[in-house]
């Protein structure tokens, strides 16, 4: 095993050199599962992680730590567009798969054929089934099994319930845990070490297969020779005070991977001067809202499951995915309205919430446009029609929790009241359209380095490789053209795992 | 500025009410963390967020003065109307103020008993590579690392 973590400026009289066959930029969904399919067919693999390696004994309890620890610029990147909403992204080993809630559901067979249809692949048949049988065995691999009913907790059976009630055709939600603990703290990493996050499976197989880790080592840009990608470099930084380390500089000897983010994978080809019209173009999401319910007796969101439960009845019709969710005490401050006595009262109500939330599927496009000091800033306009159906979604929630008993509904929409009755959710059916009024989240991210056929309106062909250049291939999120409807982190595996494979052939 | 840092988490989370509010709290060490750890996204923010809670009583409840000379009853209507303002950018300093305001709040152990909310454990902050959690590599001079010898000296760390 060959991790190379933080190294200081003065301990090397040379940047680091490391050469391998495959260079594969990130370790998230994308880039663990594309370097251990590579590690397992004998090629020789490089890492590269712009965050560190922390194991469950190193994750933090408090949100306060989870931010500096886990996220991505503190969680404080913000789409920007009329609203400002938080783009959730992690940076370190593993990626945003150590803080979600490993949710893994299928890629849905028609988003296949939209790429066919839309985007010019030539064999969605094929891909599909390469697609699915890889998801087969990732499901294997990571434990892909539903929640089990004795680790949900109240909040995700209180949402059985509801949707048995409301005919939505729910699930116990399918997630790559193994023996879920039932802690409700996914998104702070799982300290019980349950979640199959790929830290703690594929990077560490990679690894014992001969691979080499390169962790906290932001890559700067992709080395060309030419219009051949044949490396990247960077300089390592601490995690802790963003101290700048050594330089770091990784050759390739056939290819480099880049699975960086839907974010971050742009900026990246953009630093390293890739010329495509459509770079940072196409950058789509799924923005989501979670609505409040006040039961009578302790819910306790955060004991089960974070994410149990889960309906995709609304998705061929709305574009809508209805999920349970827990945020911690520390973030429900900022989540309920008001301010002053009043906020400190309805804290007061904390045992007694249930979160439960809706992702719409949006058809508003956005940019990701990388700064003149290499950052990425997403712009992203949502449109009036996605609001409407991201409104239609938080009234299902609003009516679930009505029929799961709940006394209040809280909806957090400015405009409309704190508090409504369930005989009152007429109120937020004809809620306001305008996202300034909605406290949301930009969940997942899509495009940037779209895949196509044609390469005025496409960063990659469709078997990732950007066009115009050799060896250098997007496997990641920012590659999908379309979104999904569903959690990406599956398609965003076994895709990669597609790509890897594809790799190992040439 | 921490002045106006800790009268801004005060008057989101006042004492008085139903539950202990932000003063009942380790505050001096929160605001040393937010200080020594924060970014300065967090940190501009929050003295953006408390220079607007302290300009504005003239918005809110016509009032001519800084918010400091307020009664806490004035106060606290003042910032209630603050985060239903119907300006965007007043409600999202605000969101943020209450937001760093709960981190505080909301981790305090004691605030948690009173809630019935389990203790959080620590933010160890360590990670693989930490000088504390392993020793440093070995000091290799050659242009191209010998993976070799990185596998001994994993070898012997383990």
């Not at chain 1, 459509?278 to 969101?301: E, I, K, N, S």
């Amino acid at each position: 095993m060959t991790h190379l973590a933080f190294q200081a400026g003065s301990r090397f009289d040379r940047p680091v050199e490391v050469e391998a066959d495959y260079v594969v930029v990130g370790t998230g969904a994308g880039g663990a599962a594309a370097a251990v399919v590579l590690a397992r067919g004998g090629a020789s693999v490089a890492m590269v992680e712009a965050g560190p390696w922390r194991d469950p004994a190193d994750y933090p309890a408090s949100m306060w730590g989870t931010l500096r620890d886990m996220m991505d610029g503190w969680g404080v990147n913000l789409a920007i567009g009329r609203a400002l909403w938080p783009i959730v992204q992690a940076r370190l080993v593993g990626g945003t798969t150590v803080i979600n809630s490993a949710i893994a559901i299928r890629t849905p067979g028609e988003v296949v054929r939209e790429w066919r249809d839309d985007h010019g692949f030539p064999d969605s048949d094929a891909l599909a089934a390469a697609i699915w049988r890889h998801q087969d065995a990732i499901e294997a691999e990571l434990h892909v099994s539903p929640t089990p009913r004795a680790s949900a907790g109240r909040s995700n059976d209180l949402a059985a319930r509801a949707g048995a009630a409301l005919d939505l055709n729910d699930h116990a939600m399918h997630r790559a845990i193994r023996d879920c603990a039932g802690s409700g703290a996914c998104m702070q990493g799982c300290k019980h070490d349950r979640k199959r996050s790929t830290n703690v499976t594929w990077v560490p197989e990679a690894l014992a297969a001969g691979a080499t880790l390169l962790s906290c080592a932001p890559v700067a840009r992709v080395e060309l020779r030419g219009r051949r990608a044949v490396g990247v470099r960077g300089a390592f930084v601490h995690p802790t005070d963003q101290r700048r380390g050594k330089r770091f500089v990784v050759r390739a000897r056939k290819a480099v991977v880049i699975a960086a983010s839907a974010t971050h994978s742009p900026a990246l080809l953009h630093r390293s001067g890739i010329r495509s019209r459509a770079l940072g173009r196409h950058f789509r999401a799924h923005p989501g809202v979670g609505v409040f319910g006040v039961y009578d007796t302790p819910v306790d969101m955060n004991s089960g499951a974070t994410q149990g439960w889960s309906s995709t009845a609304l998705r061929a019709t709305k574009g809508l995915k209805l999920e349970t969710l827990a945020i911690p005490l520390e973030l429900v401050a900022s989540r309920l309205g008001g301010a002053g006595s009043q906020l400190i009262g309805r804290l007061g109500d904390y045992r007694h919430l249930a979160m439960w939330a809706v992702a719409v599927r949006a058809e508003a496009v956005g940019r990701v446009v990388t700064t003149p000091t290499g950052k990425p800033v997403v712009f992203y306009d949502i449109g009036r029609r996605d609001m409407e159906r991201l409104r239609d979604g938080a009234h299902v929630i609003a009516q679930m929790h009505a029929a799961a008993g709940a006394r209040a509904i809280l909806p957090g929409v400015f405009g409309l009241p704190y508090s409504l009755a369930p005989d009152e959710l007429g109120k937020l059916a004809a809620g306001p359209t305008d996202p300034r009024a909605w406290t949301a989240i930009m969940t997942h991210l899509f495009g940037g380095c779209v895949m196509g056929a044609d390469p005025r309106r496409a960063v990659c062909d469709p078997r990732g490789r950007v066009h115009g250049y050799d060896g250098l291939v997007v496997a990641d999120a920012s590659a999908l053209p379309t979104t999904l409807g569903v959690n990406p982190q599956h398609t965003i595996m076994a895709l990669a795992r597609v790509r890897a494979e594809e790799l190992l052939a040439a | 500025m921490r002045w106006l840092e800790r009268f801004a988490l005060r008057a989101v989370m006042p004492a008085g009410g139903a539950l202990p509010g932000i003063e009942a709290t380790n505050l001096d060490a929160f605001l040393d963390r937010f200080h020594r750890e924060g970014p300065a996204a967090f940190r501009i923010g929050l003295v953006a967020g408390g220079a607007l809670i302290l300009a504005s009583p003239v918005l809110t409840l016509r009032r001519p003065v800084p918010a400091s000379w307020l009664t806490p009853e004035q106060l606290d209507q003042h910032v209630q109307r603050l985060a239903y303002h119907p300006l965007y950018p007043v409600r999202q300093s605000l969101f943020l103020v209450k937001m760093i305001a709960g981190m505080c709040w909301g981790a305090d152990p004691a605030i948690r008993a009173t809630l019935g909310v389990t203790p959080l454990g620590p933010d160890p902050g360590t990670w693989r590579g930490d000088a504390a959690r392993s020793p440093e590599p070995p000091k290799l001079g050659e242009r191209v690392i010998s993976l070799d010898a990185f596998r001994r000296w994993a070898a012997a760390r383990r």
